[in-house]
């Protein structure tokens, strides 16, 4: 095995990383506020991947000016989800929660199924076709555009948390409900807000990861699970530990991808989150509240 191929290994791993963390990102801030496990989080990024392939198939729109467009929608999505259903249901059992948000996945994953068949779908942008090469290392462009637009959304969203009105009123929720509607917050509102929120950065994650994949009707459990070990790994209610744990899993994904065969590969995923777990069972840096800072 040669040096070259670790280190494209691991810059191959570290851009799919940040990938990971901004999906990883809504997981952490949902649950963060609400304590819901979302499980409908993975369906939500197929819409995302759908309205940029739509939008760039039938209008030609270049598939990074659909980011916007995908914010919107998955936005007004996720906060009609949240008030309307998860609302109903917030004070009960959370085995409920769960089973609501299963539902809501499998409904959203056969509307499209119905909806687009079950073909698979991709989009080739011009001129990102070639990769950047620094000597005999490859950097995919549209990997590298995915990671630096991730690394923007996370600080956009430590910037909203630590530096507005709305972003006190979601930490104060998070740290203590009660005490927030006692200071006038209206924590209906707050919920709906952040669930919005963690929806549209499912919306900016499938955007960007259509350049370099394909979008299915059941594309999104192929990045679910991995968006709930890296949410995990980073402390649930994290955001900037989910950027972390996102890097090492990728990065773990890719190195392992090299020496391993497939089925191997995943153990090694896995037996990491086992692992941190074990020995620090909150994740890599602590969790239960949103926090903008470790």
Not at 30 to 54: P, R, S
Not at 66 to 78: D, E, H, K, N, R
Not at 121 to 133: A, D, T, V, Y
Not at 210 to 225: E, K, R
Request: with cysteine; proline share 3%.
């Amino acid at each position: 095995m040669t040096g070259v191929a670790i280190l494209q290994a691991t810059v191959d791993g570290l851009l799919m990383g940040g990938v990971y963390a901004v999906t990883a990102v809504g997981l952490t801030l949902i649950f963060g506020v609400m304590e819901i496990v979302n499980f409908a989080h993975g369906a939500l990024m197929m819409l995302g991947m759908y309205i940029t392939y739509w939008l760039c198939t039938l209008f030609g729109i270049n598939p990074y000016l659909t980011i916007p467009i995908s914010v919107v929608v998955l936005f007004s999505i996720g906060f009609l989800i949240q008030r309307y259903l998860l609302n109903q249901i917030i004070k009960a059992p959370q085995h409920n929660q769960l089973l609501l948000t299963l539902g809501i996945m499998l409904f959203i994953e056969n509307l499209a199924l119905f909806l687009w068949t079950p073909d698979t779908r991709s989009i080739q942008i011009p001129g990102l076709e070639k990769s950047i090469m620094l000597g005999e290392l490859a950097i995919n462009k549209p990997k590298l555009f995915a990671f630096v637009i991730a690394l923007v959304v996370t600080v956009i969203l430590y910037i909203i948390l630590r530096k507005t009105t709305l972003g006190r009123a979601i930490r104060a929720t998070s740290q203590e409900r009660e005490g927030a509607c006692l200071v006038g917050i209206k924590v209906r509102n707050i919920n709906a807000v952040a669930f919005g929120i963690g929806a549209a950065c499912a919306g900016v994650a499938g955007s960007i990861i259509l350049p370099f994949f394909f979008a299915s009707p059941t594309v999104g459990g192929v990045f679910l699970l991995r968006s709930f070990v890296v949410a995990i790994l980073g402390g649930l209610g994290n955001f900037w530990g989910a950027l972390v744990a996102g890097l090492i899993i990728g990065l773990s994904e890719s190195l392992s991808g090299l020496f391993l065969s497939g089925s191997w590969n995943d153990l090694v995923i896995y037996g990491i989150f086992i692992l941190v777990l074990f020995l620090r069972p909150t994740g890599l840096f602590g969790g239960g509240q949103v926090s903008g800072s470790h």
